[in-house]
């Protein structure tokens, strides 16, 4: 099994171009598929989830041709089934939008229940209300969520708990209903908008993502288009949160700082210096950072993607610290794996944490929970004394796209490693260094 080896200790340094966004490219390769023309996507990641989507829509026969790394064109015209289930497909989340995207084209899909990171019971029932108001029936039968419609018609639905997947999922089949659907207490997260953005250049009749409430006019049918997906935020924000971790000086490119504004808020009020132009943001920390408290919220709040990020660099701060999250239930699994680097953090209930910062993390065996919470333990890796090794990598693959590649171009001393022989490789190495 592949393993990350760390040598921590060097302030990472230098510039680094940010990819496509990983959940906003899942909504928009599900939506691509309700055209019978082709649509053209860009600025793909290469990243696990969104290969596996891809294998995924191809087996429905809609053709995908695969252009270069970053971009793939997808034609749904030659749609043969509307079952999806495959092995991999069970282990990720965003599967679920081509029940959306196949309900709205074709009033009939089965998916496999999906999987995605162990972060809480993350349960779908905003999303089958949403099916369900616009006149589907849907049920859970031999691991499979299955739903129907004779027909399709707007309704005004309002949602029980703001959810960026039901909000893509339902916005998905309205395109396609008769008439107008109201969406109330939707998601505003920018990948919300990026899909709707995608769906309204397909021909869809979308007002009112990034607000509170999303009003769609139903069309008969999608047509073909080019569109780029946006910078994602998170990949971003966990190169801003390295300059702060190990006291560098980083500067994001290919990003949209407004969609980082909470994060950039955050550095500056624990210590880090930053400054933003108009598609990059430097993020220089000099200095020890201070001690705050972070809850997790909807967008534009803290996003719950960034909070093990943000316990790791708040592990080294002065003082004491308190992290919330309000999003999911069983988020701080990796915190036993950060204590075992030194930190001193504590969790309460399920969903405080309380941080008193150190001054120095050491390097550690430590094992990969999800998928954020592995890019945060990188992270610490990266600043602690020593070297780490880091278990049950896959899911950082699930969603950073040339991790190792772009932290080394920073300075950042780490490999993928297969054996015992490369590790002991690694260490003689690290030595000398
Ligand atoms: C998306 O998950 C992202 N995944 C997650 O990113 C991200 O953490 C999350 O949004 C929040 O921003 C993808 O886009 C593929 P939600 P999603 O529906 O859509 C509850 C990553 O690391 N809820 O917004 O599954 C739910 O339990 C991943 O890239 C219901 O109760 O999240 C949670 O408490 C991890 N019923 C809250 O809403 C429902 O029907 C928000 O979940 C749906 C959700």
Do not use: W
Not at 397 to 413: I, P, T, W
């Amino acid at each position: 099994m592949e393993q990350y080896i760390v040598k921590g200790g060097n302030p990472l340094v230098g510039e680094v171009v940010i990819s496509g966004a990983k959940n906003a490219a899942l909504g928009i390769l599900a939506a691509a598929i309700m055209a019978d023309e082709p649509v053209l996507v860009s600025n793909l990641p290469d990243v696990n989830d969104v290969n596996v989507l891809l294998e995924a829509i191809s087996q429905t026969g809609a053709s995908v041709d695969r252009r270069d790394r970053h971009t793939a064109r997808i034609n749904g015209v030659g749609i043969r089934s509307c079952v999806v289930n495959n092995s991999y497909i069970k282990k990720m989340r965003a599967s679920y939008y081509l029940l959306g995207a196949m309900l709205g084209k074709y009033h009939h899909a089965e998916v496999a229940l999906p999987g995605g990171c162990n972060i809480g019971s993350r349960p779908i029932d905003q999303h089958l209300k949403g099916f369900s108001a616009l006149g589907a029936v849907g049920r859970i039968q031999n691991g499979m969520i299955i739903v129907d419609a004779k027909r399709l018609a707007g309704a005004r639905i309002y949602f029980d708990k703001v959810s960026v997947g039901a909000t893509i999922n339902v916005m998905l089949a309205a395109c396609l209903a008769e008439g107008r659907t109201i969406l109330e207490n939707v998601a505003k997260e920018p990948h919300v908008v990026d899909v709707a953005n995608l769906l309204n250049a397909m021909g869809a009749n979308i007002k009112g993502a990034g607000t509170d409430v999303i009003r769609i006019d139903g069309v008969e049918k999608l047509h073909g288009a080019d569109y780029s997906v946006i910078p994602d935020q998170i990949e971003a924000g966990t190169y801003m949160f390295a300059a702060a971790a190990t006291k560098g000086d980083i500067t994001v490119r290919n990003v949209i700082p407004k969609h980082l504004d909470c994060l950039t808020s955050k550095l500056r009020e624990i210590g880090c210096e930053i400054s933003e132009f108009d598609d990059a943001v430097r993020v220089v920390c000099k200095k020890r950072l201070r001690c705050t408290s972070v809850n997790t919220m909807p967008y534009p709040g803290f996003p719950t993607d960034m909070q093990p990020q943000m316990v790791v660099i708040l592990s080294l701060a002065e003082g004491t610290s308190i992290v919330t999250e309000s999003i999911f239930e069983n988020r701080f699994r990796y915190v036993g794996e950060l204590t075992r680097m030194g930190a001193n953090v504590r969790v309460e209930g399920s969903n405080i944490a309380i941080i008193n910062g150190i001054h120095q993390l050491s390097g550690a065996q430590v094992s990969v929970p999800d998928l954020r919470a592995g890019a945060a333990l990188v992270l610490a890796a990266l600043a602690a004394d020593g070297i780490t090794v880091l278990e049950d990598i896959e899911y950082i693959k699930r969603g950073y796209e040339d991790f190792v590649e772009k932290l080394s171009s920073l300075g950042g001393v780490i490999e993928t490693v297969d054996s015992e022989k490369e590790i002991s490789k690694f260490r003689l190495k690290a030595v000398s260094m």
